[in-house]
Nanobody
């Protein structure tokens, strides 16, 4: 059974930084695209970032480009999201995602294979 567990969320002031982590207990971690999505109450879950199986390619939503960085450590079955220059609009529950399809298309997937339970990020202005 695949389990994705996020950590690192919390309360931070605008302009600050947080680093989210996602641990994957499943097998063949390096065979999967990994990504991050976020959701606020009453809104659809939205794409934040994705990283290819090897980690060589990354993709970002325009709203976070230049501020967030996704990375992965295949040897540790971990994926990270470094979030800098945080804004109040970044407040959301952040979810780790795992899927066998290519990373460049993750932003349009409607049926992600695996999800984490989410971690709350709150940015105070």
């Amino acid at each position: 059974q695949v389990q994705l567990v996020e950590s690192g969320g919390g309360l931070v002031q605008a302009g600050g930084s947080l680093r989210l982590s996602c641990a994957d207990s499943g097998r063949h971690f390096n065979a999967y695209t990994m990504g991050w999505f976020r959701q606020t109450p009453g809104k659809e879950r939205e794409f934040v970032a994705a990283i290819s199986r090897s980690g060589d390619s990354t993709y970002y939503a325009d709203s976070v480009k230049g501020r967030f960085t996704i990375s992965r450590e295949n040897a540790k079955n971990m994926v990270y999201l470094q979030m800098n220059s945080l804004k109040s609009g970044d407040t959301a529950v952040y979810y780790c995602a795992k899927d066998p399809r290519p990373a460049q298309a993750m932003s349009i997937f409607r049926d992600i294979r695996y999800w984490g339970q989410g971690t709350q990020v709150t940015v105070s202005s």
